[in-house]
Structures are given as C-alpha cells and as structure tokens.
C-alpha cells in the first residue's frame, strides 16, 4: 500500500465485503485479504445475533416490569 489511508480504506472496504476493487494488492497479500473477508463476515453477522440479544432481553424486561399481557 502506498500510503496509510489508502491501506485503511482497503481493510474497511474487505472487513464490509464491499470489494470496490479499486485498490489492488499483489499476489502475496491476497490471501489475508481474503481471511480478512471471511473474519468481517463471521464478526458482523455475530455482533448483528448479539445486539439483537440484548435488545430482546431489555424488551422482555421492560415487559415485565410494565406488565403488559
């Protein structure tokens, strides 16, 4: 990468999966850039499953304490 931001922007852009493909590597950094994909993958849809979690367990809590049937 030759320079810092443009090294930012292409780990953000494979971390989302969005893959502009306006930023390319060479052959010896495109398979952690494909690790890095995968991790992006795994890790967002995992805090997606958490917030929900704990968005449903203060709506379960909140439905409690008001008591609504």
């Not at 320079?3 to 953000?12: I, N």
């Amino acid at each position: 990468m030759p320079t810092l931001e443009s090294a930012v922007y292409f780990s953000l852009i494979t971390y989302t999966t969005i893959g502009f493909g306006d930023v390319v590597l060479g052959p010896g950094w495109r398979v952690p850039a494909g690790i890095e994909g995968l991790a992006g993958i795994i890790l967002i849809g995992w805090s997606t499953a958490f917030v929900f979690a704990v968005v449903n367990r203060m709506y379960e809590h909140w439905r409690q304490v008001h008591d609504v049937a």
